[in-house]
């Protein structure tokens, strides 16, 4: 095929041959043309996220990162729903697919990306059948990416304890920023400080061979990150990443990141996806599991935007662990929800939802507006910035699991009450859609059992997950502790977005203002819409504790006033760009004789 052929020129060219072959060709040119434009438009929003920082541009931040998590998905629709118009067949006979995708191997094999090309034609025929219970298979087959040197992906700094300020300031250059730092030489010294005292305090000073930093940048909304690790003897790796921000005098280091759990929640599927520089994505995953093994390496590509990526092996992950371990899925622990079904098996890290046809005794709201409002709500939170606080959803679509894998009473359950998103075909369960988050503590389950000092840090952190859903525009109307989840680091998230609402779309109200004795109704409880009184926070929480309770109104305390929720939408309808709580203070330079080691 011609390579100058536009791919809007495929319709025609399509509608002009009688060959069944010709169209088959066709069709895999078209798929691979479309996918070439997606991935070359990717990697430039990519790169003009580093533009932005060093033009300190932060709305063109938010909007390119923005544009680039919609663009898999915009490219995808559009296309299928050309190729149903131009090659009808194809929605019809299953084995015109393979013929495309055979012609369409050969075309991207040796590619770095071909695995991804490989998952952008799957996401393509899935999008045919939209609508339709056939399952696609979610695999990359036999296609690999060549394996990339290390020299492409990281830049290595040979040294020793105490580590020279000046190989810092060598470090500081690997994002090739071109905007001069500040004053690079003191950033270095206090970096290098920073470093040396940490290392003095464990094993790590003697142990320290060599550091290694990620040949780039991580840019997200308004800072950037340089991403690196200590190499210590015996092949250890320590976490070691330095926060940028770039003020009108220079970009400056503003923060040391080298405890496990702080980097873990900087770099989780919570947050935005990051634009990182660096084209070699396998290598990149690989490089953040070295310094975060304990989460599932399927994860990280979703650290940096290839979410399709993670998607194939995070369901690879799913299936290796039910096929060889034997455990079956199960209705996962704590409390059953009213609006999704959630399950999972004892030892897997991920939690599986579908949404329920209709809600369970005990929903709370006054009508039910359908499962296929709640998934949107879903596919809404992957869309936007999850600003630390909120699960990142994996929606799975024509997706078919083993009947074996399920416990008899799910599968019933399945079946029976949501019948929008299961069927059964033979021995497996086809799936319409599938919702994939990691697994966490339930936050309600958690507080029950945990120390006090544990519970209350954890109740606290609760406070900056609704701040921080509320700086991406997000209320959750239900504020009940059963919808948010704790991980291993205390860390608290939102994970059930049944009650998820627009934030500047809520009408903020209060029963302060009214006299002790009135009885006639408050003029709000006529109005449309969701009205939200703060002062009832505490008590939605449904916290029993009253220590836990009187912990989170000493640290939130303003959360409850109409005050700072009208201030906080005032900011969000002007376009600006709130402030949100992403690692401790301890991490930051300002102040070097603040303690740096976490509590984990």
């Given at each position: 095929?011609n390579?100058?052929v536009?791919?809007s020129?495929?319709p ?7 060959s069944?072959?010709a ?10 043309r479309?996918f ?18 060093e ?7 938010v909007?390119?990162a923005k ?16 190729l149903r ?15 495309v ?26 999008r045919?059948?939209?609508g ?6 979610y695999?990359f ?12 992906v ?6 020793t304890w105490?580590?020279?300020h ?10 090739e ?16 400080r ?19 930093m990620?040949r ?5 909304n ?7 690790r ?18 009108p ?11 496990v ?5 900087l770099f ?23 310094i ?29 662990h039910l ?10 622990p ?9 399950f ?25 507006e ?15 910035n ?7 959803n994996i ?6 699991l ?9 599968l ?6 949501a ?15 599938l ?9 309600n389950?958690?507080?029950?059992t945990?120390p ?7 109740i606290?952190?609760?406070g ?24 291993r680091?205390l860390?608290?998230?939102l ?8 934030l ?9 203002d ?12 006529f109005?449309?819409g969701v ?16 220590a836990?309770?009187?912990a989170f ?15 906080l ?9 709130p402030?949100?709580h ?18 984990e």
């Open positions: 095929m390579s100058v536009q791919a020129d495929y025609q060219l399509i509608a002009a041959t009688k069944e072959r169209r088959v060709e066709l069709a895999a040119a078209w798929i691979r479309v070439d434009q997606f991935y070359e438009e990717f990697l430039k929003l990519t790169w003009s996220a580093k533009t932005a920082f033009n300190r541009d932060y709305p063109e931040s909007a390119c544009k680039r998590l919609g663009l898999y998905n915009a490219t995808v629709y559009a296309l299928a729903w050309d118009a131009a090659f009808a067949a194809l929605a019809q006979r299953e084995s015109l697919w393979t013929q995708e055979a012609a369409y191997l050969p075309a991207v094999a040796g590619r770095y990306e071909a695995d991804l090309a490989l998952a952008y034609i799957h996401s393509v025929r899935r045919v059948y939209h339709e219970w056939r399952p696609v298979e695999g087959g036999e296609q690999r990416p060549p394996t990339s040197s290390g020299n492409a990281f830049e290595r700094f040979t040294c105490p580590v020279d000046r190989v810092i300031q060598r470090i500081l250059e690997v994002a920023l071109s905007v001069p730092f500040r004053a690079p030489a003191s950033d270095a010294m206090r970096i290098a920073r470093l040396n005292d940490v290392l003095a305090g464990t094993s790590g000073g003697a142990k320290l061979i060599a550091i290694e990620i780039g940048g991580f840019f997200r308004r800072g950037a990150y340089l991403v690196g200590l190499v210590l003897t015996g092949e250890e790796y320590k976490p070691f990443v330095i926060a940028l921000v770039n003020e005098e220079g970009v400056a280091a503003a923060a040391v990141l080298h405890v759990s702080h980097v873990h929640n989780n599927t919570t947050e935005a996806p990051c634009q990182v520089t660096n084209l070699h994505y396998h290598e990149l995953s690989a490089f953040l599991h070295s975060m093994p304990r989460r599932p390496l399927g994860l990280h590509y979703s650290t940096f935007g290839f979410h399709h990526v993670s998607k194939v092996a995070v369901m690879n992950e799913v299936r290796r096929g060889t371990d034997g455990e079956l899925l199960d209705t996962a704590g409390f059953p929800g009213t609006v999704a079904i959630a999972t098996s004892p030892h897997s890290d991920y939690i599986l939802k579908v949404i329920r046809d209709r809600p369970t005794t005990g929903y709370k709201w006054d009508s039910f359908g499962a296929d409002v709640v998934l949107e709500k879903y596919k809404r939170v992957h869309e936007i999850r600003t630390g606080s909120m699960l990142d929606l799975y679509y024509n997706l078919k083993d009947c074996s894998w399920f416990k008899p009473e799910l019933q359950e399945l079946r029976t009450a019948t929008n998103a299961v069927q059964l075909q033979d021995d497996a369960l086809v799936f319409k859609y919702v994939v988050q990691r697994k966490l503590t339930p936050l389950v958690f507080l029950a945990a006090e000092d544990r519970a209350t840090r954890a606290v952190n609760l900056y997950c609704i701040r921080n859903n509320a700086a991406a525009n997000v209320f959750n109307k239900d504020f009940d502790a059963r919808n948010y989840g704790v991980s680091y860390k608290v998230f994970y059930d977005y049944d009650a998820v609402e627009t500047t779309d809520v009408k903020v109200r209060t029963n302060r009214r006299l002790e004795g009135e009885e006639e109704v408050p003029g709000w409880f109005e449309d009205v939200f009184l703060p002062e009832e926070i505490e008590a939605g929480l449904r916290v029993g504790n009253r836990l309770r009187r109104r000493a640290a939130h305390g303003e959360l409850m006033t109409v005050e700072y929720w009208e201030r939408q005032q900011e969000l309808r002007a376009g600006e760009i402030g949100i992403t690692f401790p203070e301890s991490c930051y330079l300002s102040d070097p004789g603040v303690e740096t080691v976490a509590n």
